[in-house]
């Protein structure tokens, strides 16, 4: 297996909620603090990734939120606009007039274009090879294969044109497992693991990424073992614990018993998680945060996490 | 709630993926069936196996189907009304609409024939969000139903959702798609327009651009009904019998995005019924005494446990690691319980339209589940 950082574009998705943004940014502070020059992308412009880096909003340019981290957040227009300057030194730009609007209408009214230019930025900053590393905190799982198949699509519907042309190397780029990998974010909760397994599914039979690994967040800690919890219910049912305190430990009592049912509920979750994918797919566990907020110091702390798993 | 939801016709609920919005909405709905009585319809956008079964189902798709009365009877409960369910199928519903709207069967024909069609139908103007509303609107129109509970597709921006009938609209009647279609239909480009031209060509090439044409000129017959349709849903939208929830946890991300959308309805003058918070931690967890006790447990756990363990006839070093454990258990919890209640007080609602619901242990299997849920958020 190839080293999950020693990609060079690896796309994070998973169900909304489940810690996407987080597991993206740390993935990526994790190849920086390990000496890699990595850009963290965020396709959706209206997220929250700047929040785990606390640097002030994202941007279409690149900007540098930790020593060798760079976080930019996808804007197609943007892209676009790249792309017709820098591949196809279209010189009108200036009488085009509200480049905007013709965009907007183009993206609306053509199959797969935003699509494209959203895809084909990432694989573009892989293909001029500026980055040792590019992360993506992608869409959710319910549009990451309409996006990532967009190029193929893209090749049947459009004969000529120049992003025809394009399509070529970004579908070579994206086919690599060597260069390119997806990342499942899930958590050990009903819905998120059906959706990880059936969008397992769904990459290998309808796209040609290679599916790289499955995060698990949110992984509660076992509280006690099997002595231990035999001593828990002994004194859950018993007065000892409030006389010796001389004072109420139900509540405590009742949070523990709140963990405990929680990871016994999940660790079922979990086995089906285990059981439906394919042996070899390396499953990564990050453990349940319990912290105020999200920022640099959560993220440290996935990054550190997730850096364990991968043995580092 | 029950007044709300005895009151209205349509309810939407609404918020960010991964909230339990499609949970919410089939327990109020049950909910609904049971107390209020009537005729319930909940229709999803998720194809969630476990809530089919959960509602006696083998399965449910685009026709409405009855949940069985002995799904309610094995749960002990006798309904004053009846609740059906149906999922939206985006495909299906756009060929219906294409075949409502096409002026003859032949041009409907050529149109769900389109290369294009099946690309455009899956995505364009966030065809998602305005199918779920043509979908409730033609369903309302129908008059079947007393009350009709509508979870809706996970948007990205919660405005799509109230913006889509307006927008549908506005994209069949904008300069653009008259610009694209223009040159093939007569053979004159309005000078004004060309620099449009070599743009799109340059990127899309002349083929495709003429194949786009094709299917727009198709597409254009049905103008006229699409956008008398989407004025019509919009209106329904607006409607004094069409109420909103919002749902969503106390987690930071969702919780924006809900306050983002509540404040967009009042801006657009829609109407907000309630706000739904799940998953929401217990209160014991916020209790500043029990904090100490829990702060105790952690630093004295030797001689707490000294004490302890021959009374209750455990190994003392067990009671020791069980005491520390439970103590940081309940200190970190406590944290994120804290991080809730800040959340919570910065919700700018006013709280008689908030419902909390509180973490539910286990996943739902049945309607029982449901209704329990659905008990949570009714008082």
């Known amino acids: ?312 | 709630m029950e007044q709300l939801f005895a009151a209205k016709e349509i309810v939407i609920s609404c918020g960010s993926g991964g909230v339990g919005k499609t949970t919410t909405a089939a327990a109020l709905a049950a909910m609904a069936a049971t107390r209020v009585g009537g005729r319930v319809l909940v229709l999803t956008v998720d194809p969630a196996r476990r809530l089919a079964n959960a509602l006696g189902l083998e399965g449910f798709g685009n026709v409405e189907k009855p949940v069985p009365a002995s799904a309610f009877a094995e749960v002990g409960v006798a309904p004053r009304g009846e609740l059906w369910a149906a999922m939206l199928d985006t495909k299906q519903s756009w060929d219906n609409l294409v075949q409502r709207h096409a002026p003859d069967a032949l041009t409907a024909q050529r149109i769900l024939d389109n290369p294009l069609y099946q690309n455009v139908s899956g995505r364009f103007v966030q065809s998602h969000d305005y199918i779920a509303m043509e979908r409730l609107f033609e369903i309302h129109t129908g008059g079947q139903y007393d009350l009709i509970v509508v979870d809706t597709p996970p948007t990205r921006n919660a405005l799509d959702l109230l913006e889509a009938p307006q927008r549908m609209a506005e994209f069949f009647s904008s300069r653009f798609l008259r610009l694209l279609i223009a040159p093939y239909r007569s053979k004159l480009i309005n000078m004004a327009s060309r620099p449009f031209y070599q743009v799109a060509d340059r990127i899309l090439g002349s083929q495709f651009l003429q194949d786009i044409a094709e299917f727009f000129i198709l597409f254009q017959t049905m103008y006229a009904g699409f956008v008398q349709r989407a004025e019509a849903v919009d209106r329904l939208l607006h409607d004094k019998r069409t109420t909103f929830i919002v749902v969503s946890t106390l987690e930071a991300a969702p919780l924006h995005e809900a306050e983002f959308f509540v404040d967009a309805l009042s801006d657009k003058r829609f109407h907000l019924g309630a706000v739904v918070l799940n998953k929401v931690l217990p209160a014991y967890l916020l209790e500043a005494g029990a904090a100490v006790v829990a702060e105790r447990l952690v630093k004295d756990a030797a001689p707490i446990a000294a004490e302890v363990a021959p009374r209750a006839g455990c190994a003392e070093d067990l009671v020791e690691r069980v005491l520390t454990e439970m103590g940081e258990n309940f200190l970190r919890f406590q944290l994120v319980a804290q991080r809730e209640a800040e959340q919570r007080s910065e919700l700018a609602v006013s709280p008689e339209v908030v419902a909390t619901v509180p973490y539910f242990e286990s996943d739902i299997y049945d309607l029982g589940g449901l209704l329990k849920l659905g008990e949570q958020i009714w008082s």
């Open chain 1, 1 to 312: 297996m190839t080293d999950l950082l020693d990609r060079k574009l690896l796309f994070v998705t998973g169900k909304g909620g489940v810690g996407k943004s987080t597991v993206a940014a740390a993935l990526a502070l994790l190849a920086a603090e390990r000496g890699k020059r990595t850009l963290v992308c965020e396709f959706d412009a209206k997220g929250n990734l700047a929040d785990f880096f606390e640097s002030g909003p994202t941007r279409f340019q690149p900007r540098e939120v930790a020593a060798g981290l760079f976080a930019m957040s996808m804007d197609p227009e943007e892209s676009l606009k790249e792309y017709l300057t820098l591949q196809l030194r279209l010189p009108l730009m200036a009488r085009i007039g509200p480049l905007a609007r013709i965009f907007e209408f183009v993206a609306t009214a053509a199959p797969g274009v935003r699509e494209i230019l959203t895809v084909g930025k990432v694989v573009w900053e892989v293909r001029e090879a500026r980055w040792d590393l590019v992360v993506v905190d992608a869409s959710a799982t319910g549009h990451i294969v309409g996006q990532l198949t967009a190029p193929q699509a893209i090749n049947e519907l459009v004969q000529v044109g120049a992003i025809r042309q394009q399509t070529d190397w970004l579908v070579d780029i994206l086919s690599d497992p060597v260069r390119t990998g997806l990342v499942i974010v899930a958590t050990p909760e009903e819905m998120p693991v059906n959706e990880t397994i059936e969008l397992a599914e769904r990459l290998e039979n309808e796209t040609v990424v290679d599916l790289a690994a499955v995060v698990v967040n949110r992984v509660l800690p076992e509280l006690f073992g099997r002595a231990e919890e035999e001593v828990f219910d002994r004194l859950a049912g018993g007065a000892e614990l409030n006389d010796a305190l001389a004072a109420d430990a139900a509540p405590i009592v009742e949070g523990a018993r709140l963990a405990v049912t929680l990871r016994r509920s999940r660790a079922e979750h979990l086995d089906h998680l285990r059981d439906s994918l394919p042996s070899d797919l390396p499953l990564l566990y990050l453990p349940y945060l319990f912290v105020r907020s999200h920022g640099m110091r959560s993220t440290r702390q996935a990054a550190a996490a997730l850096g364990a798993e991968l043995g580092y």
